[in-house]
């Protein structure tokens, strides 16, 4: 069943898309919790982290990187951020597509996940 990621990635709601490659799309979280909050999500169909099969680490991997890029791009990897994957509902996970949350732009302290 097609997710509020899927519409977006098709184009079909708005969404304010900061970056996008053949493999991964990312747009700024409707409801922040950070000053800089994006979700980073993989064009392929996997529900949770726990879907995506063992003999695919490329598909966390190209997330963890376009974060990574992007944070260096925007300028402020040096300052620091946090990237979190929630993973079905006691993890926090409300949309059923995988994705990684990227939270920057302040303190984010040392405990807990900001999202």
Known sequence: MPTIFHRIMRRELPAEIVFEDEHVIAFRDIAPQAPVHVL?????????????????PEV?????????????????????YRIVMNCNGDG?????????????????????TGA
């Open 60 to 80: 966390i991997g190209r997330l963890a990187l376009a974060a990574a890029a992007y944070a260096r791009a925007q300028g402020f990897a040096e300052d620091g």
């Open 40 to 56: 980073f999500v993989p064009k392929e169909d996997f529900a949770t982290l726990n879907d995506v099969p063992a003999d695919r």
């Open 92 to 112: 926090g996970q409300t949309v059923y597509q995988i994705h990684l949350h990227l939270l920057a732009g302040a303190s984010l302290g040392r405990f807990g």
